[in-house]
């Protein structure tokens, strides 16, 4: 049930806020007017954070806040606070660790009761309105939270200054010591919690971690220790042949609630899809593996079909919902199954997929049609070739052809809502993923895709003075960019350049990352706030370096900086990416394996890189055949420049040092320097290869 009359959240751009619209709550968007009610009528306030594609935010809507007597509880009680997380990473960044302090925990729909001066006292994830056995639910609760805050005033003001306190910046430890100390300590903690019989780390439910299986694939790139890459390469097949792999569709779901990567919760989101064929596709350079490349393939090839809107940059994410159950769009009866499929073909899809009568998955909150099942590979292609005693290559094509019929029979159903908006950093991952798979797998429209997604957040997302917005949609961008959107697209930036030589976006890079030295460095204790330093001031002002489920802006930041000093020779993004160094090592006595994205960042300090220049002609034969041969040995530690015969101004300017190279006899020619020592150049790809070859002393 919702209300007659729209609250106002009605006027607001983002799809979660307007999903609440119409609730019976008297729902404030954040700002001023919201919090002077509070002040003016001594009410605390109640924020609820969430996001369009959160399927237990739906479940707490339909159950809570769509529930006339749970809203006018709320409304009689407090002022009440609706925030999109994805608009705004700056609150959600704060309250979430307000909730990890208070309770332990976190997560999403994120519920805080807080006083009118911002600062928490409570803190809840999804809340029932009725009890539960083990939970108080909002009848119940908000009684006593108003209670708490009539009758014991003083000790609510103390707890809540108290926490506000302990969410300012500090340090957090007796640091890290050296490089190598961290990187020991993380591989050691990464192996301790490896879960050796279904990959990944922990316990249910298991979340894809992209960055940390990057950390161990360039650990064991850098140690030649065989652990690492087996536990990073055990985790990339658990999850792709897992239920948490659209086996239909591609793309992954949001995470897997079992430990076996087996029932997903079914939101598909962009930062995923990104981070994930950024790690497929290095473990492809890494393995030469087929399945690695088919994997990174189809992810980028969802995107494309799915999420990329009209403009060229790419939606938020995809409902878990569909014609409301969770994961309605994904899930088969066998009879449906039988409507699709016959004969070998439904054999083998049957088989390989574990489809069984009653169902193979059990929804982990409101129920859904009987016997539901999630596709996952239950049987191997040889298996099946000896259980049904036909040839390996007969089971491919069929479950080929089976898996094409379902697919388009799945195209009839409704299909999960999708979240329209643009975001800038998660576009910035997404513009890295493309760039790289072009190189990789020599794909042009791949760096077609990154080039116009590129191209729209630049002329649209980015103010007259530089600096970025966040968020785009319904021809409207605003929100102030935090450190994320510019990390993460001088990053997407760079790989685009090194895809393309296209210069415009090596000058771009560097631009926005002149704005993040500018506006979001703290000179004074070192690393990166979350914030501009004229931003909105809430009650703390962030610095986070612990990577969540995309890497913080502190880790891709120095691996941002160490890059584009290689490429430009620029002293002071050498020196701010020491400063940052020494800040991390030197403060944060924490976990490094809760910072994977900065131990990968730490590894490219180390000194053991490359740096190529090519001078020739970007579409000559010759010049190709040079980069070919960077692109057979590429490692994540090169830096490539192509500077073009007849000169390149913009280059110039850019990075002075190329100033002096030439091409030698006509020839397309490469200038290589390896841990600070430069070799003569060479025109011969052969002779580049051998150089490449050489071990390092």
């Given at each position: 049930m919702t209300g007659e009359i729209p609250n106002r959240l009605i006027g607001e751009k983002s799809p979660y806020l307007l999903q609440h619209a119409l609730n019976p709550v008297d729902w404030y968007p954040w700002g001023d007017e919201a919090f002077e009610r509070a002040r003016d009528e001594d009410r605390p306030v109640f924020l609820s954070i969430g996001y369009s594609t959160c399927h237990w935010c739906h479940v707490m809507a339909r159950e809570s806040f769509e529930?006339?007597?749970?809203?006018?509880?709320?409304?009689?009680?407090?002022?009440?606070?609706?925030?999109?997380?994805?608009?705004?990473?700056?609150?959600d960044l704060v309250y979430m660790e307000a909730a990890f302090r208070l309770t332990g925990s976190g997560g999403w729909p994120l519920t805080i009761v807080m006083t009118p001066e911002k600062k928490p006292f409570f803190a809840a994830t999804y809340i029932p309105p009725g009890g539960k056995p083990g939970q108080t639910g909002l009848f119940d609760l908000i009684p006593r939270i108003l209670h708490v805050?009539?009758?014991?005033?003083?000790?609510?003001?103390a707890a809540a200054e108290g926490m506000a306190a302990l969410l300012r910046p500090g340090p957090s430890g007796p640091g890290l010591g050296s490089r190598e100390e961290a990187f020991e300590r993380a591989f050691g903690e990464l192996r301790y919690r490896f879960d050796r019989e279904h990959g990944g780390f922990g316990r249910a439910p298991k979340f894809p971690s992209p960055h940390t299986l990057l950390f161990l694939l360039r650990y064991y790139r850098r140690t030649c220790k065989a652990e690492a890459r087996s536990m990073a390469e055990q985790t990339l097949r658990a999850m792709r042949y897992g239920g948490i792999y659209d086996h239909l569709g591609s793309g992954f779901h949001r995470y897997s609630t079992d430990a076996g990567w087996r029932v997903p919760h079914f939101e598909k989101m962009l930062y995923d899809q990104a981070l994930l064929a950024l790690a497929y596709t290095e473990a492809f350079q890494l393995t030469g593996d087929p399945l690695y490349r088919e994997t990174a393939e189809g992810v980028l090839g969802y995107l494309l079909r799915d999420l990329r809107g009209e403009e060229g940059a790419f939606l938020a994410a995809e409902d878990?919902?569909?014609?409301?159950v969770e994961g309605g769009f994904y899930l088969w009866t066998e009879t449906d199954v039988q409507a699709v499929l016959s004969g070998r073909e439904r054999e083998s899809f049957i088989r390989h997929f574990g489809i069984h009568p009653g169902g193979n998955y059990e929804p982990t909150g409101e129920p859904s049609f009987p016997g539901p099942n999630v596709l996952f590979r239950a049987s191997s292609e040889e298996d099946m070739a000896r259980e049904m005693d036909i040839p390996v290559a007969e089971v491919r094509g069929l479950l080929r052809s089976a898996i094409g019929k379902m697919r388009h029979a799945r195209e009839r159903r409704p299909r999960p809502a999708r979240d329209g908006k643009i975001l800038t950093d998660w576009n910035g991952l997404a513009i890295a993923a493309f760039a790289l798979a072009a190189r990789v797998f020599r794909r042009g429209e791949y760096l077609d895709a990154a080039g116009a997604a590129a191209d729209f957040i630049l002329a649209t997302l980015v103010k007259p003075d530089g600096r970025l917005l966040h968020r785009y949609r319904d021809g409207e961008a605003a929100i102030d960019g935090n450190a994320d959107d510019h990390v993460f697209l001088a990053w997407g930036l760079t790989e685009l350049y090194r895809a393309g030589f296209e210069v415009r976006y090596l000058d771009r890079a560097m631009a926005v990352t002149d704005t993040l030295l500018a506006h979001f460095r703290d000179r004074k204790e070192g690393g990166f706030f979350f914030t501009?330093?004229?931003?909105?001031?809430?009650i703390a002002r962030m610095k986070p370096v612990q990577d969540g489920a995309i890497p913080s802006a502190n880790s891709l930041a120095l691996a941002l900086l160490l890059r584009l000093s290689a490429l430009t020779g620029r002293g002071d993004y050498s020196d701010a990416a020491r400063e940052l160094e020494a800040w991390f090592l030197g403060e944060h006595g924490g976990s490094p394996a809760a910072s994977t994205a900065m131990m990968i960042s730490l590894e490219m300090a180390t000194g053991l890189?490359?740096?190529?220049?090519?001078?020739?002609?970007?579409?000559?034969?010759?010049?190709?055949?040079?980069?070919?041969?960077?692109?057979t040995r590429d490692a994540p530690g090169m830096t490539v420049l192509l500077r073009r015969v007849d000169g390149d101004p913009v280059l110039d300017d850019l990075a002075p040092f190329t100033?002096?190279?030439?091409?030698?006899?006509?020839?397309?020619?490469?200038?290589?320097?390896?841990?600070?020592?430069?070799?003569?150049?060479?025109?011969?790809?052969?002779?580049?290869?051998?150089?490449?070859?050489?071990?390092r002393e």
């Open positions: 529930n006339p007597r749970v809203a006018a509880l709320m409304n009689e009680s407090f002022v009440n606070i609706k925030v999109d997380r994805e608009e705004r990473p700056d609150i805050w009539r009758e014991r005033r003083d000790e609510v003001l878990a919902e569909s014609g409301g501009p330093d004229d931003g909105e001031a809430l890189s490359t740096e190529v220049v090519i001078v020739g002609d970007a579409g000559g034969g010759d010049t190709r055949a040079l980069l070919s041969v960077l692109d100033r002096e190279f030439a091409a030698k006899g006509g020839k397309a020619t490469a200038y290589v320097c390896r841990d600070h020592a430069c070799r003569l150049p060479v025109t011969d790809p052969e002779a580049l290869s051998e150089i490449l070859d050489t071990p």
